[in-house]
């Protein structure tokens, strides 16, 4: 069975620092493009990171390029998403994504084949 399970999440302040892991199922993480999506309250879900199946090639939301960072340890079967300078307008729940298809930016929700369950990130200003 499928499963992507997120961790990392948390209130913190404007200006800090956090970082989100999604575990994946061997299955999944050897043969599938990985992202990160999310959804602030009361707003669609939007992509926010993406990662070639090798780790060779990232993309990123104009929101939070400079600022987060993708990466992912096939060893582990772990993507991570490191968010530096964090925002308000960063609140969200943040989900892990899973794409059959070939790395591209920005991943679009209609491709992903396998969700997370998604885990809260809230600044505080």
């Known amino acids: 069975q499928v499963q992507l399970v997120e961790s990392g999440g948390g209130l913190v302040q404007a200006g800090d620092s956090l970082r989100l892991s999604c575990a994946a199922s061997?299955?999944?993480?050897?043969?599938?493009?990985m992202g990160w999506f999310r959804q602030a309250p009361g707003k669609e879900r939007e992509f926010v990171a993406t990662i070639m199946l090798s780790g060779g090639s990232t993309g990123y939301a104009d929101s939070v390029k400079g600022r987060f960072t993708i990466s992912r340890d096939n060893a582990k079967n772990t993507v991570y998403l490191q968010m530096n300078s964090l925002k308000p307008e960063d609140t969200a729940v943040y989900y892990c994504?899973?794409?059959?298809?070939?790395?591209?930016?920005?991943?679009?929700?209609?491709?992903?084949?396998?969700w997370g369950k998604g885990t809260l990130v809230t600044v505080s200003s």
């Open positions: 994504a899973a794409s059959i298809r070939a790395f591209r930016t920005p991943m679009s929700p209609s491709s992903i084949n396998y």
């Open positions: 061997e299955r999944v993480f050897s043969s599938y493009t």
